[in-house]
């Protein structure tokens, strides 16, 4: 286990202490106002709603598709189209209309992302924003990062979330470290409204599910509210079962209108056998070997050892006082913890690492891997929020400091593994014992100090202008060992001008670092990787529907990046990402919905250690995506409440080699759904790929394709009371 370093955290909690006993006078006389005012009759003004923009908050469920306002893009409450930069909302009536039970199931929509990029994954949230990779380092939950590095990390599960925000583009500004791509904010389901739901599913492959989502307020000042979900049985892939289950207990406590204190919890726990599709040849996924393909349901790893165990816990706080001058303090906290034990056997190419077939068994190589991983993490974001007026500039201010603390104790190991056959495999042969590579302590710390302010004046134009500064300590003892030090300056500029009629072009440009983990005999401690981003854009919001249309153009480089071979590794990488991305949200009428997304990319490789990849495109990732969903409810006659939703994803090609010799085919998915709803009880059918198409998500490299998801129809029934 690696211990927490008891310095920073000591002062930390000092200054959280300093800053209670500042606020408890003033929480004290809040509360005996309130015990006096408690007799007294509430009146309420006349409240007005005027579609998606005023009727939510950052946080609250969102009515249909169509989001109104975001903290993801500026920290502060903003309406999506304010913020300068692209910014895509996935609220909780989305998720469960396309019956999405995964984050990267629910992205599938969303312009820019590339989600899934290597199949079906149980227990990671694959997505890539931009061309880039955001899996382990743009992935936050309420603000907060989600950093994970190797095989350190947190899952979360989609049934605590009440939304899934994308913020495309550069965006260390705000955050410190990031993805350069863009982050995904995860938003997780809060105290308020009372809400009492249980629901039940079943898939075609017999994983079951049991939710359960129950809150109110016990009283003016407190609200509570319990989120859960256990799941079990079979994948789409042989041997692949397990259990899982996640608990999220919060509550919320306002003793009056200046404090709130908001208490996020969560409990995780996975047990299960990996699934199969992935790591499998070009060869014989793509294109035909001599025998054919490999079966889609194939799971290569020897069942009698796999193992795959998650526990994991997480412990925060939002605080929030405001001040009597239009002020806001604001304290975000998290502590995580989580302890992962991997054990896999897994293919990579064919008999002697070959990418083809040798032998007329039609052998896999194998290799035999494990892993012994425990992290500990902690994040604090203390933000001073405050409104003025100068001359005719209106100002929203905000002032930040944060630090993160990322340790983590981590063992791989791996050995030799027998053959196994791609045709017909044989399983229980005995495994070589696995000796470590990595035994490693590692610590990375990150300090930042940020300033924004949003300027509005002049009737519709917006300025948003940003500074951060971060330093960042990582230290790693053991095997291998190194320790670094560095300080990054990041910034940005927009410019924006609403119309009256809802159309707001904007133009903005941004710089960004992401701390980069590891050391090389050829380069030292690795930099940050670093680099700037320009987008320009338009979002309109007409005013006579409720929808929201954006559209954006971003110029995207990425410096720094490590290149070359293990243990020779140079920080001489540069890939630029510029593209299009277009976006439609509506709630056309109450009973008709609609998401629509397209997105064309065009990444470049414009250095690399090995000369021969400049001018190439990075694997992986689509050049061309495109998809549209649209969902449609009877509101009248004897039908009403019966739902239909259908959607089509189209999945362009991609390459599987950084030296573009080889191409993996574009592929169009089509989703079902059919659902019905009477007074507090209702039922739906989501079918994901209706007719089985069969194709390969993706390729890093000619070793290790993975086949997409194939079909996945899954009944659900829910409750409420």
Wanted: overall charge negative; proline content about 5%; some cysteine.
């Amino acid at each position: 286990m690696v211990a927490i370093s008891r310095k920073p955290l000591i002062r930390i909690l000092l200054n959280g202490t300093a800053l209670a006993a500042l606020l408890l006078p003033a929480v004290t006389q809040a509360r005996d106002a309130l015990a006096q005012e408690a007799t007294a009759p509430a009146v309420l003004g006349p409240i007005t709603v005027e579609g998606s923009k005023a009727a939510d908050t950052a946080t609250s469920p969102l009515r249909g598709y169509v989001p109104g306002r975001t903290a993801t893009g500026a920290k502060t409450d903003t309406p999506l189209e304010e913020v300068p930069q692209s910014v895509s909302v996935i609220g909780r009536e989305e998720m469960d209309d396309r019956g999405a039970q995964k984050v990267d199931e629910a992205l599938r929509y969303t312009p820019g992302v590339f989600a899934q990029p290597f199949g079906q994954d149980t227990d990671t949230n694959w997505m890539f924003i931009r061309g880039f990779q955001a899996t382990q380092s743009g992935v936050y939950q309420d603000g907060l990062q989600l950093y994970s590095y190797g095989f350190g990390g947190q899952f979360v599960d989609s049934y605590t979330l009440e939304r899934i925000e994308v913020l495309r583009g550069a965006s260390s500004v705000l955050y410190g470290g990031s993805n350069p791509g863009g982050l995904v904010n995860y938003v997780t389901r809060r105290p308020g409204e009372t809400v009492r739901t249980v629901e039940a599913g079943i898939n075609e492959h017999g994983n079951a599910h049991l939710g359960l989502d129950v809150g109110g307020a016990v009283d003016p000042t407190l609200s509570y509210r319990l989120t859960g979900r256990i799941a079990g049985g079979n994948t789409s892939t042989d041997f692949a079962d397990g259990f899982r289950g996640t608990v999220s207990p919060s509550f919320k406590w306002s003793p009056n209108d200046a404090n709130s204190l908001t208490v996020l919890t969560n409990y995780t726990d996975i047990d299960e056998t990996h699934n199969g599709g992935a790591f499998l040849p070009y060869v014989g996924t793509v294109v035909d070997a001599p025998f054919g393909r490999i079966d889609r349901t194939r799971n290569f790893t020897e069942p009698g050892i796999d193992t795959y165990r998650r526990r994991q816990v997480s412990v925060g706080y939002e605080f929030e006082h405001r001040f009597d001058n239009d002020l806001i303090f604001r304290q975000n906290a998290r502590y995580g913890y989580s302890r992962v034990h991997e054990i896999s056997v897994y293919p990579y190419g064919y008999s002697g690492f070959s990418a083809a077939p040798t032998d007329p068994n039609n052998l896999l190589s194998r290799i035999n891997f494990e892993h012994r991983t425990e992290v500990n993490s902690l994040l604090i974001d203390n933000q001073l929020e405050g409104r003025l007026q100068t001359g005719a500039v209106a100002h929203t201010a905000l002032a930040g400091v944060d630090y993160k603390y990322f340790a983590m104790d981590q063992v791989q190991m791996s050995g030799s593994a027998t053959p196994i056959s791609a045709t017909n495999p044989v399983y229980g042969a005995p495994q070589d014992l696995r000796s470590a590579y990595i035994d490693q302590e590692l610590t990375m710390r990150q300090l930042g100090v940020y300033v924004q302010d949003q300027m509005r004046f002049g009737g519709g134009v917006l300025v948003t202008l940003n500074g951060r500064y971060d330093i960042v300590s990582t230290d790693a003892d053991g095997t291998p060992a190194y320790d670094g030090r560095t300080g990054k300056l990041s910034g940005r500029a927009g410019l924006a001008y609403e119309f009256a009629n809802g159309l707001t072009p904007y133009v903005s440009a941004s710089t960004f670092f992401n701390p980069v983990l590891g050391s090389s005999p050829v380069a030292g401690v690795f930099k940050p990787e670093s680099g700037r981003q320009y987008e320009v854009g338009v979002k309109y919001r007409p005013t006579w529907m409720d929808g929201l249309f954006t559209a954006a153009l971003f110029d995207l480089t990425r410096t720094n990046v490590v290149t070359g071979a293990f243990n020779a590794e140079t920080q001489l990488g540069e890939v630029n990402s510029r593209g299009l991305e277009l976006e439609a949200k509506a709630n056309i009428t109450p009973g008709l919905k609609a998401t629509a997304a397209f997105t064309a990319l065009d990444l470049d490789i414009k250095k690399d250690a090995n000369p021969a990849l400049v001018g190439k495109t990075p694997y992986v990732v689509p050049q061309v995506q495109g998809s549209a969903f649209l969902d449609y409810t009877i509101q009248e006659s004897a039908l009403a409440g019966l739902s239909v939703g259908g959607g089509v994803r189209y999945v362009g090609s991609s390459w599987a080699d950084n030296e573009n010799t080889l191409k993996v085919p574009a592929a169009t998915v089509f989703d079902a759904r059919i659902g019905y709803k009477r007074d507090n009880w209702g039922a739906k059918l989501s079918v994901t790929n209706l007719f089985d198409k069969a194709y390969v998500a993706s390729c890093q490299t000619q070793f290790s394709c993975g086949y997409a998801e194939g079909r996945t129809a899954l009944l659900t029934v829910n409750l409420s009371w």
